[in-house]
T-cell receptor
Framework: SAVISQKPSRDICQRGTSLTIQCQVD?????MFWYRQQPGQSLTLIAT?????????ESGFVIDKFPISRPNLTFSTLTVSNMSPEDSSIYLC????????????????FGSGTRLTVV | KQEVTQIPAALSVPEGENLVLNCSFT??????LQWFRQDPGKGLTSLLL?????REQTSGRLNASLDKSSGRSTLYIAASQPGDSATYLC???????????FGGGTRLMVKP
């Protein structure tokens, strides 16, 4: 299965600023997914990022707040913009078991997460 | 819309006990079901993946079963250890393979 490097692992940010989270995958993948996990809650999908096209956002999430880049088949970034304390969460990237070179069927793999605290 | 529920939300057991975590889902048209472990403040580690055509998967002290028709999966942990303390999440993947829906998780504490 794929191995994902996610950074930063944690950050404390001032309100009104922005933070960019990076995910690097060790293999080419078609889709990358970004999730948010608010304190004490389960995971909620923010958006799906395909290489070469605009990300697809889930209900309640907008591009101006969470811009995503997907410049190639192994890398993606998520920016949390104009942060407020309500953005304090763990943010995770993920890839599915389908690779750009064919189905892998290993299930979803997740990065180690970015623990964001906004003060 | 798929909904995934996990019961119990929290569980505390003494070391050595065998235990069962439950996961139910409303839409049986799933591609697979995956169990994850999450340590506090960390990412998710995949434990077991059950394809829709399978009934169970085993890895060490862990055994996961799947009953698609009744919309249920269970994770069995044998001879629990303090190191098993974590939150366990189940997630159902839709048939299109592009939407993974998570349950709320079971927070497990194994006391020495």
């Amino acid at each position: 299965s794929a191995v994902i490097s996610q950074k930063p692992s944690r950050d404390i940010c001032q309100r009104g600023t922005s933070l960019t989270i990076q995910c690097q995958v060790d293999s080419q993948v078609t889709m990358m997914f970004w999730y948010r996990q608010q304190p004490g809650q389960s995971l909620t999908l923010i958006a799906t990022a395909n290489q070469g096209s605009e990300a697809t956002y889930e209900s309640g999430f907008v591009i101006d707040k969470f811009p995503i880049s997907r410049p190639n088949l192994t890398f993606s970034t998520l920016t949390v913009s104009n942060m407020s304390p309500e953005d304090s969460s763990i943010y995770l990237c993920s890839v599915d078991g389908q690779g750009a070179l064919g189905p892998l069927n290993y299930g979803y793999t997740f990065g180690s997460g970015t623990r964001l605290t906004v003060v | 819309k798929q909904e995934v529920t996990q019961i119990p939300a929290a569980l505390s057991v003494p070391e050595g006990e065998n235990l069962v975590l439950n996961c139910s889902f409303t839409d049986s048209a799933i591609y697979n079901l995956q169990w994850f472990r999450q340590d506090p403040g960390k990412g998710l580690t995949s434990l077991l993946l059950i394809q829709s055509s399978q009934r169970e998967q085993t890895s060490g002290r862990l055994n996961a079963s799947l009953d698609k028709s009744s919309g249920r999966s269970t994770l069995y942990i044998a001879a629990s250890q303090p190191g098993d303390s974590a939150t366990y999440l189940c997630a159902a993947l839709n048939n299109a393979g592009n939407m993974l829906t998570f349950g709320g998780g079971t927070r497990l504490m194994v006391k020495p």
